[in-house]
Structures are given as C-alpha cells and as structure tokens.
C-alpha cells in the first residue's frame, strides 16, 4: 500500500527540520458543542484514544483545528501489508502519541535532523535533499510546549542555528564541540559534546540550521555525524554513545500546547455574542475555565472530586473515592458528590439508641465527653509544645539554608571582592529575599520584562516607590549562578553614566539576583529592527548612540582599576533610556583581565553574528574581541540589518562578512538603511562604514582600540553639531582644546587608510606637535 498523501517521504525531510508543528486548515465552521455519538465517531486510532475536542470526521471535532486523521502506515513505500494505523494531525506527516485533557498537550512524534560525513569530511547522508538551510512553515494553532521541551544539538563538531518567525520572532544558537571521548560527562548538555537551550512560549513556524566547522574530519573516529532535534526535557538523556549509535533513532518525542478557540476564559463566558457562548467548550456543570499559559485560547478541566472529559455535557463523573484499595476512611465511607464522608460502623442496644456515634446512653456519654476533654488537652499541650519546637528548628534551619544559599552563591567571594571596592560597597545594598520577592509580586507574570538563556527580568517596584529590574538566574544551574556572581562582581568596579547601574543584590535564596537601575525604553535592537520603533532613530541619534556605547567600552577596557573584556556586546545589550541615552548592559559573561596580561585563555563564550573569528578559532581573549563585536554593532546601525539574517545568501548570512564584501565591491550605499541616507550625510556615512570596516579586521591586532574609535565617533558627532570650524582663516591655537588638537593631528580620525592599516601618532610624536602647534604665530 503507497504512503498517504499527507505523508513526505523521509528523503524530503529538510535538515533544519523545524519540530514540525504541524499545518491545519483554516477555520471557516462554527464550533461544534455537541459531540456525534454515532459510530462515525472514532475513539481510538492504533494505540492513541481520540478524545474530544478531537475527532477525525464532522461532528466528532470542536472546530477543523481539532480535526486529527487516522491512517494506515507501511514501512516502505512498495509494501503490500499495513503496519498499525496511527493518528496524524491534518496536513502533515505528525503522527499523535497521546493526546491529555489533563494538561492540554499533544505528544507527538519529532523529526531528527542529520549529517554524517566520511573520514575525509565528505557529504555521505542526510535527512535532507538540501542540508542547508530552508524554511518551515505552518499554519498551526498549537506551538511547541517552552515548559516541555529543549532544542538539543549533538556532536563534536556541530553548530545549529534557530530563528522564529510566525508566532515569535527570534534567534538563537549553541555549539557543541570536543575533541575525544574522555572529555564527555554523561547527562551534561553543556557545550561539550552536547549543547541544548530552552525554546521560548509561542513558537510556531522557524528556521533550523544544522553546520559543522571540519565536516567531522578531526573527530569522525567516534561521532560522524550531526544531530539536532527539538525534544521533550525528560524524555532525553544525553550520552556519549548518542555521538555514534544516535543514527538508529527516526523520532523523537515532543510535546505541543493545545487551547481552545482565541478567547480567554473571561471573554468566552461573558462574551455578548450569542455564537461566541454558545462555544464555550467547558459544557460540564462540574468543569471549570483555565486560560493557555502558552498563546491564545484556554482549557477545561473537571473539578476536584470529578474526573472525566470537561468539554463534553455529561463527561465530569464524580469519582467514588470508598471504592478500591484506596479508600481513606479507617472503617465506614460514604461517598458525596465530589467527596466523601468517613464514619464509625452503626449498631443497635437493646433500648433502640444507635452506638458509635455517641448517642448510647447519657452516662456513657458524659463518661466518653470527660475522656475526650482529657485527650483533648493532652494533645493541645502537647501540640503547642511539639509547634514551638517545630518553630525553633524550623528557625535554625532556614538560618543555616540561608547561610548555605550565601556561600553557594559566592557571598564570600563577593564580599572579599566588595572590600577591595570600598566605594562600591558604600553603594551596594543587599536586599533580602521578601524585599524582592514584595517588588515584584511574588514574581507575577505580568511583571516580567524578559527571558532568556540565563534567566528572567523582572520590573519591581521598592518600598520606597523606586523602579528596578530584578534578574533572577534559572533554578539548578551552576554555570549561570557563576555568571551571576561574575556579573556583580564586574559592576562592583564600574562607574560610568553609560553603564547601566548595579543597586544591589540577593544571595540569600537558592536563586542569586541582580537589582539594577529601571531603564525605560528598551533595548537598541528593538528599535533598530522593530518597524514601529525604526523611523524614531534618525542618523544623528543613531551616530549619538554609537560614540555612547564606543565610551563606555573604552572606560572598561582602559579606566577601571582592572581592565574589563565585556565579551557579548551586541545591540539586545544595549539599552536606551527616555533620553534615549545608552546604557551598556550584562556582565554575566564578562572577565576582569590582570594588569601583567593582555589576553585571557577561555572557553569560547557569546552570541553568534558577534563573536570575533579570531577569539572563536583561538580561545584568546583581548579587548580586540570586544571591538570585533562593536563593529557588528555599527553594521547593525548603518544598515538596519540583523546580525545573522537567514533572508540573505548563503555567504552573505552573516552581516560582518556582507558588509566587508559589499564596501570592497563598492556597493555600501546599496545596503545602507535608505532612511538615513541624504545628500548631507553621505561622507559621514562613509567615515563610520570605514571605522567599521577596520573593526571588523580578522586579524585582531590591525584592529584600532575601543579608545580611538571613541574618539573617532565623538570628532564626528562635534562635526555634525558644527563644533569644529575647520575653515576659518585665523584662530587662536591657545583657545584649542586637546580633543581639537588630537582630532586635527590623528589621521585616523579623518578616515585616512594606508593599504588598509590606519596611521597613527606615537605619543612623543603627538606631544612634539602640539607644542610646535601653540607656538606656531596663528595665521601659519
């Protein structure tokens, strides 16, 4: 029997595999309430039960974006007998594992995307007929579950690259890398061998891009091949054997979110449409509402005490707690609607009372309510003493869980570090656990500000009115709390109005958190790329923005008292007040560099689009890597563009190399924004393209410092607001500021290149001539 029609044979799976959430029709029926018990209905699909809101023909279904077909499977495409039917969503190849009412989700199987090469790093199969990099798209209602699921990529080699599009727009990626066996822990998905990342609520649609560096020419002995998948967390273990035996497995199982219609609970209850309340899905009088924690829409769910289908009229059933082995009364139950009732066994006296409820005769009663009195006090003297202890030690315990937290956290560290910053430690407070967990109300939903790899953003409120931004680490993560401690230990150091500042801390819970100064108007990206913020940054905010950011990494790398590589600058770092005045951003990666070194040696760390080549293939970090990542910064500026665009080329993908190329080929005014191009910026256009032509240098060391594209930028901004009157006939060379005389004296700052290198001064050269400057009769 030949393979459905709504099946792609696995040769067309495409390498990026997006988790295949699944496509359904456009929804053109009125929801259905009343199920059909006819036997159209099916209620069982191989192993799956089909449950309503599902079903696989009309009436069976709420609406079409529940309709799920059941059909016949063969292991190859000739084959004459049929396999077990399964359950697939409409239009695509998703087979349905289970379907829960319980916790709306569907568990389905997912795609596995891979590469494998041979030993000289040649091509030798793939689950695709192009391993590149394509889209994915859906018109599915239900996005992969963020709370279930992680995107996993494993292999020696490997490097994935993810970025949204319907539903959530983003991009992301991870590396995962090592050099033999030895080197793998077992159940780590760290970076060695295996890296994975959490998937953000309400993605639908994404592009996948699985790439290797050698093509697995260094490691093919024992992993040849990619591998990459998006998976349910608690279904997948990894082990080094996945780095070679991984090839077997065709699925993996992953989880998607479910809800009812687009309305919350509240409009699809009160809704003043007639239709819209006669689809209200919760059709039992034992159910109740309960919004989707993941997209539009919510969810039925029967009552304590009742178990069953809530979507349909008769389908909650009270659950008769006194039947079974699970029956919790010690001798007679009695079942209620929704509960139960527990009682002694009833027997009769010869003058007709009842006995063992206490209703004998009066001399057994008072004798029974005087030992009851008795037992009673007993056991009220010896709960409150048994409840005085338990608060004791209860007491002592949370002290010694608070100091554990603090030394967990690296609260000793910390303040060892805060001794040698005594001005920073005047500034520094340490906020308790109440206070933050008071700001932000109870850490509400509606308070938080942003996720990520790292953690979550919260906007809290003081008990003195000010507004902050709380940072709270994931829970159970030893790396991140050591970038945590990293982070404030780092901005212990920094004073600088560009710089976002650090208020204080919390090391006393099992999560350290940051509290930092509010900043208002989000982050540079957004308005680079967000089209309803782009036109509110015109050329001059954006060159105002650049010379801000290019300060205040001068300041970390030259003027704090130990020098500081930031190591992610990139424009979601960079955060823009209601002046849309710059603030620098997230230390967590950052490290402090001893003043007898210019380079560190680390474990490659950053964001894809940013990260400098030469520290990537090196592992040598210097404050070059920082001004690799700045000139990304101003590519971004100049040209709108994202970092890593998958709409580009192949080889124009990434924004550092487009650029490049285009400026060779004489083309930058073809990928400049066109809405900061006028015919009086053209030159100034040109001067800022070349400062990011020589940031973007491979070869760190013919890269300028973050100090002279400073002073770069601000020559620039002063020639804008008409500060330098270069073209005066006679000036008074006393009245000259230094920033005058290194503008006019520095060629580099006039964008004057020498076969690519800028020329510069020497500082006996540059002082030398500023005295012949002053002393030179004005009119010279």
Not at 371 to 382: D, E, M, P, Q, R
Request: charged share 20%; net charge negative.
């Amino acid at each position: 029997m030949a393979l459905p029609q709504n099946l792609i044979p696995p040769r067309l799976l495409l390498l990026q595999l997006t988790i295949l959430v699944l496509g359904t029709k456009t929804i053109t029926s009125q929801p259905n309430n009343t199920i059909n018990n006819g036997s159209s209905c099916l209620d069982r699909c191989g192993s799956v039960s089909i449950l309503y809101p599902f079903g696989t023909a009309p009436g069976c279904y709420y609406d079409e974006s529940f309709l799920v077909t059941c059909n016949y499977t063969t292991t190859t495409i000739n084959a004459t007998t049929n396999s077990s039917p399964k359950l697939f969503l409409p239009t695509s190849n998703v087979s349905i594992l289970d379907i829960s009412l319980i916790d709306g989700e569907l568990r389905v199987e997912g795609p596995i995307a891979r590469n494998c090469y041979n030993k000289l790093g040649n091509l030798t199969s793939t689950s695709s007929s192009d391993y590149d990099t394509v889209s994915m798209l859906t018109n599915s209602k239900f996005p992969i579950s963020s709370r279930r699921n992680m995107l996993a990529a494993v292999g020696c080699d490997t490097l994935v690259l993810i970025r949204g599009m319907k539903g959530r727009n983003y991009s992301a990626g991870c590396i995962a890398m090592c050099e033999q066996l030895s080197d793998i822990a077992n159940g780590s998905c760290s970076g060695v061998g295996c890296c994975s990342m959490s998937v953000p609520e309400d993605v639908i649609d994404f592009f996948l891009s699985v790439e290797s560096f050698t093509n697995h020419s260094e490691v093919y002995d024992f992993n040849p091949c990619d591998y990459s998948f998006v998976v349910e967390e608690q279904a997948y273990n990894f082990s080094s054997i996945d780095l070679k035996d991984f090839q077997k497995r065709d699925t993996v199982p992953l989880i998607l979110d479910w809800a009812v219609g687009n309305w919350s609970c509240e409009q699809a209850q009160q809704n003043d449409d007639y239709r819209a309340r006669a689809a209200y899905a919760c059709q039992s009088s034992y159910s109740f509402c309960l919004n989707s924690t993941n997209g539009h829409g919510y969810r039925c769910k029967c009552l304590d005490g009742y178990q069953g289908n809530p979507y349909l009229i008769d389908g909650c059933q009270d659950i008769n707690e006194c039947d079974g082995p699970n029956n919790p009364c010690v001798e007679s139950c009695t079942n209620l609607p929704g509960s139960f009732s527990c009682s002694c066994p009833k027997g009769s006296k010869g003058d007709g009372t009842k006995e063992g409820t206490g209703c004998t005769s009066t001399g057994r009663a008072v004798l029974k309510i005087s030992i009851a009195l008795g037992i009673s006090i007993s056991l009220l003297l010896l709960v409150m003493a048994g409840s005085w202890t338990y608060w004791a030690l209860n007491k002592r315990k949370l002290i010694k869980l608070r100091e554990k937290f603090f030394q967990e956290n690296g609260g000793m560290l910390f303040q060892q570090q805060l001794v040698h910053q005594r001005g920073s430690s005047e500034t520094t407070k340490i906020f308790t656990a109440e206070q933050l967990k008071k700001a932000t109300n109870n850490y509400d939903q509606s308070r938080v500000l942003g996720q990520g790899g790292y953690g979550t953003v919260y906007k809290g409120v003081l008990s003195d009115n000010k507004v902050v931004a709380i940072k709270k680490s994931k829970i159970g993560n030893q790396s991140q709390i050591e970038q945590f401690i990293n982070e404030v230990i780092v901005l212990s150091q920094i004073n600088h109005r560009n710089v976002v500042n650090l208020l204080g801390c919390c090391l006393e819970t099992e999560v350290p958190m940051l509290v930092y100064e509010f900043i208002t108007n989000g982050t540079l990206s957004a308005h680079i790329h967000d089209e309803h913020k782009h036109s509110l940054l015109s050329w001059e905010m954006r060159l105002k923005i650049a010379t801000e950011t290019a300060g205040a990494i001068a300041y970390l790398h030259s003027s704090t008292s130990m020098p500081i590589i930031h190591r992610d600058i990139k424009t979601a770092n960079i955060l823009l007040d209601e002046n849309y005045t710059t603030k620098v951003a997230d230390f967590g990666a950052s490290r402090l560099v001893p003043l007898d070194q210019t380079q560190l040696t680390t474990l490659v760390q950053g964001t894809l689009g940013y990260l400098d080549p030469e520290y990537f293939q090196t592992s040598q970090l210097t404050e070059k890597s920082d001004v690799y990542s700045f000139g990304v910064v101003l590519t971004e500026l100049l040209t709108g563009q994202q970092a890593i665009c998958f709409n580009r080329e192949q080889t124009d993908r990434n924004l550092a190399m487009y650029f490049i190329s285009s400026m060779k080929e004489g083309k930058l005014l073809q990928i400049l924004d066109e809405r900061l191009v006028n015919d009086g910026n053209i030159e100034q256009l040109n001067e800022v393209a070349n400062v990011a032509k020589s940031c973007l240098r491979m070869n760190g060391e013919e890269r300028p410092t973050m100090k002279e594209v400073a002073i770069k930028l601000e020559g620039l901004i002063k020639q804008t607001s008409g500060m330098h009157q270069w073209g005066q006939d006679h000036y008074d060379p006393l009245t000259i500021s230094s920033e005058h005389i290194k503008y006019l004296l520095n060629p580099s700052n006039l964008g004057e290149h020498n076969n690519g290198a800028t020329s510069t001064m020497t500082t006996s050269e540059f002082d030398s001539t500023i005295v012949q400057m002053v002393t030179q009769p004005s009119g010279r």
